[in-house]
């Protein structure tokens, strides 16, 4: 208290300016509207400004929940896009059927560099993850699930040497096998497509209906390149990935809930056929 005391007395004038000038700015503003109105703008930029930098700190330190909020929602959108309550031809479906679901999960680690690349996600059996479930993101297809602890799952890249993905060229049925040669972590190849198929750099490339992992026409990638094979009778297909398979993140996992039902029938089909 006596240290507060000797300041005072030691700054008494400097502290009797600083009162009598508060006292006269005040006055100033108070009885001049020109003054006023310049404070009054000053105030509400200086607490304009303040109030949008700590906005600006609140959000920085809320984007973290912000995208597991877009993440649950785009978890939901995939769900009901596909468990549309319409088929193609227009008609309406039993709203109680389901084909597939979707959780949605992140990658924990990830590998691009070698020929059998493989990717860890932070979901498993707890979450009902199996393995054969389908892989994506946001811009298109990931892999598939391989092997399955209780807390994560292992999955095949599609930039695996083993990786054998069925996809077909964008609006038309003309199918074939998405593979990787393992030179470029960019761009895998199309097999199978016959050479009387009219192809453009461009085309985009989807997953195809024979697949029993992906929906249907889920992104893939576009040709950047093609050419007849040396047999002169297919493409050799070169497809760029809308994924940049160097930076993923946030992931989904999909279920064909039929599949065990399509897999039986295919194999009681093919022993019927020997």
């Known amino acids: 208290m006596q240290q507060i005391i000797n300041f005072l007395v030691r ?12 006292i006269s700015l005040a006055l100033t503003v108070q009885t001049h509207s020109y003054h006023q109105s ?10 304009g400004g303040i109030f949008e930098t700590a906005n600006d700190v609140s959000s ?16 939901r959108l995939h769900t009901l896009l596909y468990n549309s309550e319409k088929d193609t031809t227009g008609l309406p479906m039993d709203s109680t059927l389901r084909e597939y679901t979707v959780v949605r999960g992140r990658v924990i680690r990830n590998s691009y560099a070698s020929p059998l690349n493989y990717i860890t996600i932070n979901k498993g059996r707890k979450d009902s993850i199996k393995q ?17 602890s209780a807390n994560y799952a292992t999955v095949q890249s599609i930039l695996n040497e083993k990786s054998n993905i069925n996809a077909k060229i964008k609006n038309t049925n003309h199918f074939g096998s998405l593979v990787w040669n393992g030179e470029d972590y960019q761009t895998v190849q199309l097999a199978d497509i016959p050479r009387l198929v009219e192809l453009h750099i461009g085309d985009t490339i989807v ?33 760029r990935l809308f994924n940049d398979m160097t930076n993923i993140n946030n992931v989904y996992i999909i279920e064909d809930l039929n599949r065990a039902e399509k897999i039986e029938l295919l194999t009681e089909t093919n022993s019927n056929d020997q």
Request: glycine share 6%; aromatic share 12%; no cysteine.
């Open 60 to 75: 920085y330190f809320n984007l973290r929940e912000e995208n597991r909020r877009l993440h649950r929602e785009n978890e």
């Open 11 to 22: 700054n008494k004038i400097l502290l009797l300016y600083f009162f009598f000038l508060i």
């Open 38 to 47: 310049k404070f009054l703008n000053s105030s509400n930029a200086i607490s």
């Open 207 to 239: 997953t195809g209906a024979m697949s029993s992992i992906f929906p249907e026409n889920i992104p893939i990638g576009a040709i950047s390149k093609f050419d007849l094979d040396q047999s002169k009778s297919f493409y050799s297909i070169e497809v």
């Open 132 to 148: 054969d479930m389908g892989v994506i993101t946001t811009l298109g297809i990931l892999g598939i699930v391989e092997n399955t």
